[in-house]
C-alpha cells in the first residue's frame, strides 16, 4: 500500500510507509594505465554488467536479525546494527576483501595492509585492535555459521562477497549475547536461488597484476533453490614478493516445502596461496616502498590455505513460536614459512639444555584444523500485560581440534625450505553456551533483557618431549555469566531514545596460550 518512492516498514505500531534510500554510485579512481584501460572496456562490453537501477532499493529502516535473533526493524532496536546491502558490497568493487563494504560503517575500523599472507585486522569500537593477524574480539558469522573459531579468532577472507545479499553489522553491548570475542557482530547473508534461472560472469582488472573471474548460476526447481559461485583472484601485488593467488567457490541449496518451514544446505571452499612481504622499517620504506626486506627474499615467506566447510539448517514455525536448529563441520590446513633467522632455531651437541634454541617451534608453522558446531533456539511471541513479549532460549556448542607441528625453516645452509621437525601437538579448544532473552514492547516502550552463560576449555596434548624442551601438556577452563539490559523509548515516529549496559567475555586465543608462557611455553 506504500507509493512507489517509497518502502513497508514493521513496525510494533503496524505498518509504515518510509522513504527508499538510492545508493548513489561514484566513479572510482584509479592509476590503470592506458592498455588496462582499454582491456577493460572490452570486458564490460563481452560481460555487461547489470544495471544499477535493477538494484533492489535500500531502506531508512531495514529489517535485520542480528540482536534480536528474529526480523526486527533496525529503528526500533537498542543498539547500534548497519545493513550493507549487496548495492554497496558490489558497486565499483572488486568483492574481494571485506573492507570494500565495511569502509563507510560507523565505529568499524579495517585495516586492509593488501597483504594476503595476513588477514585483515577489523576493529568495532576498539575491539580486535589487539589481533596482530586475523579477526579476534569481533564475532564474524557466514549464513548463520560461524566463521569464528571457538577461541575467538576468524577469518574475513573466506566471506563470499560475490552472492552477498547483504551484512549486518552490530556495535556496543548488545553484541555481548552473542557469546566469547562478541565485542562486535559481523553477519553476511549470500542470496537465494530464485526464479528466473539466471547464469551471471564478472571480469575485472587492475593495476600491478591484478584481475579477477567470477562465473554463478541461480534459480528454483520446484521447492528448492540452488546458488552456484566460483571465482578465481590474483595479484602480482603493489610490494616486492606480494603475489597471491585465490580460488573460491560455494554452494547453497534451500528447500521450502511450505510457508512454516526451511531448510538449508551450504558448502564452501577456500584455497589461496601467498607471498608474504612482511613489514619493512621506515626508512626503508621512505626511499623504496615497494621494497621488502634481505630476510623475506632469503626465507622466502609465504602462506597457503585450504578450507572446506559445509552446513545444515532448518526452521520450522509453529503458531507464534519459532525452532531453528544449525550444524556445521569444516576443515582447514595452513603451512606457513616465516622469517626467523637460523641461528635462533639452530641445535648443536654443545647446545644447552636450558638454553632457550631447544624451545624454538621453528620457522615453519603447519597445521591441520577439524571444527564443528551445532546451535539450537527456540523463539516464542507471547501477550504480555498489555504489550508483547517475545522470548529466546537457545545453545551453543563449538569444537575446534588442531594438529599442529612446527619445523625448522632450512636444512643445512639452505634456507625457506621445511626442515627438522620441533613442534608436534594436538591442541583443542571447546565451548558450549546457554542463553535466554527477551524483549517487551509495551506502548512507546522496548525493554530487553538477557543472560549468557559461557564455558571455553582449552586443551594441548604435547607430543614433541625432548632434552629442554619439557611435556607442556594440559587443560585450562574459563566460565562467565553475560548479562544485558536496554530500554528504548519512542518519542517520535521518528526518533528514538535507548540506553543499553551489558558484560562481555574474551578468553585468551589459542595462539596467545602458546607462545606467553615463561620460556615461551603454554601459559596456564
Same mark, same amino acid.
Given at each position: 500500500?506504500?507509493?512507489?518512492?517509497?518502502?513497508?516498514?514493521?513496525r510494533?505500531?503496524?505498518?509504515?510507509?518510509?522513504?527508499?534510500?538510492p545508493?548513489?554510485?561514484?566513479?572510482?579512481?584509479?592509476?590503470?594505465?592506458?592498455?588496462?584501460?582499454?582491456?577493460?572496456?572490452?570486458?564490460?562490453?563481452?560481460?555487461?554488467?547489470?544495471?544499477?537501477?535493477?538494484?533492489?532499493?535500500?531502506?531508512?529502516?531495514?529489517?535485520?536479525?542480528?540482536g534480536s535473533?528474529?526480523?526486527?526493524?533496525?529503528?526500533?532496536?537498542?543498539?547500534?546494527?548497519?545493513?550493507?546491502?549487496?548495492?554497496?558490497?558490489?558497486?565499483?568493487?572488486?568483492?574481494?576483501n571485506?573492507s570494500?563494504?565495511?569502509?563507510?560503517?560507523?565505529?568499524?575500523?579495517?585495516?586492509? *595492509?593488501?597483504n594476503?599472507?595476513?588477514?585483515?585486522?577489523?576493529?568495532?569500537?576498539?575491539?580486535?585492535?589487539?589481533?596482530?593477524?586475523?579477526?579476534?574480539?569481533?564475532?564474524l558469522i557466514?549464513?548463520?555459521?560461524?566463521?569464528?573459531?571457538?577461541?575467538?579468532?576468524?577469518?574475513?577472507?573466506t566471506?563470499? /562477497?560475490?552472492?552477498?545479499? =547483504?551484512?549486518?553489522?552490530?556495535?556496543?553491548?548488545? +553484541?555481548?549475547?552473542?557469546?566469547?570475542?562478541s565485542?562486535?557482530?559481523?553477519?553476511?547473508?549470500?542470496?537465494?536461488?530464485?526464479?528466473?534461472?539466471?547464469?551471471?560472469?564478472?571480469?575485472?582488472?587492475?593495476?600491478?597484476?591484478?584481475?579477477k573471474?567470477?562465473?554463478?548460476a541461480?534459480?528454483?526447481?520446484g521447492?528448492?533453490?540452488?546458488?552456484?559461485?566460483?571465482?578465481r583472484f590474483?595479484?602480482?601485488?603493489?610490494?616486492?614478493?606480494?603475489?597471491?593467488?585465490?580460488?573460491?567457490?560455494?554452494?547453497? /541449496?534451500?528447500?521450502?516445502p511450505?510457508?512454516?518451514?526451511?531448510?538449508?544446505l551450504?558448502?564452501?571452499?577456500?584455497?589461496?596461496?601467498?607471498?608474504?612481504?612482511?613489514?619493512?622499517?621506515?626508512? *626503508?620504506?621512505?626511499?623504496d616502498?615497494?621494497?621488502?626486506?634481505?630476510?623475506?627474499?632469503?626465507?622466502?615467506? &609465504?602462506?597457503?590455505?585450504?578450507?572446506?566447510?559445509?552446513?545444515?539448517?532448518?526452521?520450522?514455525?509453529f503458531?507464534?513460536?519459532?525452532?531453528?536448529?544449525?550444524?556445521?563441520?569444516?576443515? =582447514?590446513?595452513?603451512?606457513?614459512?616465516?622469517?626467523?633467522? #637460523?641461528?635462533?632455531?639452530?641445535?648443536?651437541? +654443545?647446545?644447552?639444555?636450558?638454553?632457550?634454541?631447544?624451545?624454538?617451534?621453528?620457522?615453519?608453522?603447519?597445521?591441520?584444523?577439524?571444527?564443528?558446531?551445532?546451535?539450537? #533456539?527456540?523463539?516464542?511471541?507471547?501477550?504480555?500485560?498489555?504489550?508483547?513479549l517475545?522470548?529466546?532460549?537457545?545453545?551453543?556448542?563449538? &569444537?575446534?581440534?588442531?594438529?599442529? *607441528?612446527?619445523?625448522?625453516?632450512?636444512?643445512?645452509?639452505?634456507?625457506?625450505v621445511?626442515?627438522?621437525?620441533?613442534?608436534?601437538?594436538?591442541?583443542?579448544?571447546?565451548?558450549?553456551?546457554?542463553?535466554?532473552?527477551?524483549?517487551?514492547l509495551?506502548?512507546?516502550?522496548?525493554?530487553?533483557?538477557?543472560?549468557?552463560?559461557?564455558?571455553?576449555?582449552?586443551?594441548?596434548?604435547?607430543?614433541?618431549?625432548t632434552?629442554?624442551?619439557?611435556?607442556?601438556?594440559?587443560?585450562?577452563?574459563?566460565?562467565?555469566?553475560?548479562?544485558?539490559?536496554?530500554? /528504548?523509548?519512542?518519542?517520535?515516529?521518528?526518533?528514538?531514545?535507548?540506553?543499553?549496559a551489558?558484560?562481555?567475555?574474551?578468553t585468551?586465543?589459542?595462539?596467545?596460550?602458546?607462545?606467553?608462557?615463561?620460556?615461551?611455553?603454554?601459559?596456564?
Open positions: 500500500g506504500c507509493p512507489a518512492s517509497a518502502v513497508a516498514v514493521d510494533p505500531a503496524g505498518p509504515e510507509c518510509g522513504l527508499a534510500d545508493l548513489l554510485l561514484q566513479p572510482a579512481e584509479t592509476n590503470m594505465n592506458p592498455g588496462f584501460r582499454g582491456v577493460v572496456a572490452i570486458l564490460a562490453a563481452v560481460f555487461p554488467c547489470p544495471a544499477a537501477a535493477d538494484a533492489a532499493p535500500s531502506t531508512l529502516d531495514p529489517v535485520v536479525v542480528t535473533r528474529v526480523d526486527h526493524g533496525s529503528f526500533d532496536l537498542p543498539g547500534a546494527v548497519d545493513v550493507v546491502d549487496a548495492g554497496r558490497i558490489g558497486a565499483d568493487n572488486a568483492r574481494v571485506v570494500e563494504a565495511l569502509a563507510a560503517v560507523p565505529g568499524i575500523s579495517v585495516q586492509n *595492509r593488501q594476503y599472507a595476513q588477514d585483515m585486522q577489523i576493529s568495532s569500537r576498539g575491539f580486535g585492535v589487539r589481533a596482530a593477524f586475523g579477526v579476534r574480539g569481533i564475532r557466514s549464513d548463520g555459521i560461524p566463521a569464528s573459531m571457538p577461541d575467538g579468532q576468524g577469518q574475513a577472507a566471506f563470499n /562477497l560475490d552472492r552477498a545479499a =547483504r551484512m549486518e553489522v552490530m556495535r556496543g553491548p548488545m +553484541s555481548a549475547i552473542y557469546g566469547n570475542h565485542g562486535g557482530v559481523i553477519q553476511l547473508f549470500t542470496v537465494d536461488g530464485q526464479d528466473p534461472p539466471s547464469v551471471e560472469a564478472r571480469v575485472a582488472a587492475g593495476s600491478y597484476g591484478t584481475w573471474t567470477d562465473l554463478a541461480q534459480g528454483r526447481a521447492e528448492v533453490g540452488y546458488v552456484l559461485d566460483a571465482s590474483a595479484t602480482d601485488g603493489y610490494r616486492e614478493h606480494s603475489a597471491a593467488d585465490r580460488n573460491q567457490s560455494l554452494a547453497k /541449496l534451500t528447500y521450502a511450505d510457508a512454516e518451514t526451511r531448510v538449508m551450504i558448502a564452501n571452499c577456500f584455497s589461496q596461496q601467498a607471498q608474504d612481504p612482511q613489514g619493512t622499517t621506515w626508512k *626503508r620504506f621512505t626511499t616502498p615497494r621494497s621488502v626486506e634481505e630476510a623475506t627474499l632469503l626465507y622466502n615467506t &609465504r602462506k597457503s590455505i585450504d578450507q572446506l566447510q559445509g552446513g545444515a539448517s532448518y526452521e520450522r514455525r503458531g507464534e513460536d519459532i525452532v531453528q536448529i544449525m550444524a556445521y563441520a569444516g576443515q =582447514r590446513s595452513v603451512t606457513q614459512f616465516q622469517s626467523i633467522p #637460523r641461528a635462533l632455531q639452530l641445535i648443536t651437541g +654443545s647446545t644447552p639444555a636450558d638454553d632457550p634454541k631447544r624451545r624454538q617451534s621453528g620457522g615453519v608453522i603447519d597445521f591441520d584444523r577439524d571444527f564443528s558446531g551445532l546451535s539450537a #533456539r527456540w523463539i516464542g511471541r507471547y501477550e504480555l500485560g498489555g504489550g508483547r517475545t522470548a529466546t532460549i537457545g545453545l551453543d556448542y563449538e &569444537r575446534a581440534s588442531d594438529d599442529r *607441528r612446527g619445523y625448522e625453516n632450512f636444512v643445512g645452509q639452505t634456507l625457506g621445511k626442515g627438522a621437525l620441533r613442534r608436534d601437538e594436538v591442541n583443542s579448544a571447546t565451548t558450549f553456551d546457554q542463553y535466554v532473552q527477551a524483549e517487551w509495551i506502548g512507546q516502550w522496548s525493554l530487553t533483557a538477557g543472560l549468557r552463560h559461557g564455558n571455553a576449555t582449552y586443551k594441548v596434548v604435547d607430543n614433541y618431549v632434552d629442554g624442551n619439557q611435556d607442556d601438556s594440559g587443560t585450562i577452563t574459563y566460565n562467565n555469566t553475560a548479562p544485558l539490559l536496554a530500554a /528504548l523509548y519512542r518519542l517520535t515516529p521518528t526518533l528514538n531514545v535507548y540506553a543499553s551489558a558484560r562481555g567475555f574474551e585468551p586465543t589459542l595462539n596467545e596460550l602458546f607462545y606467553s608462557g615463561p620460556g615461551g611455553g603454554f601459559s596456564y
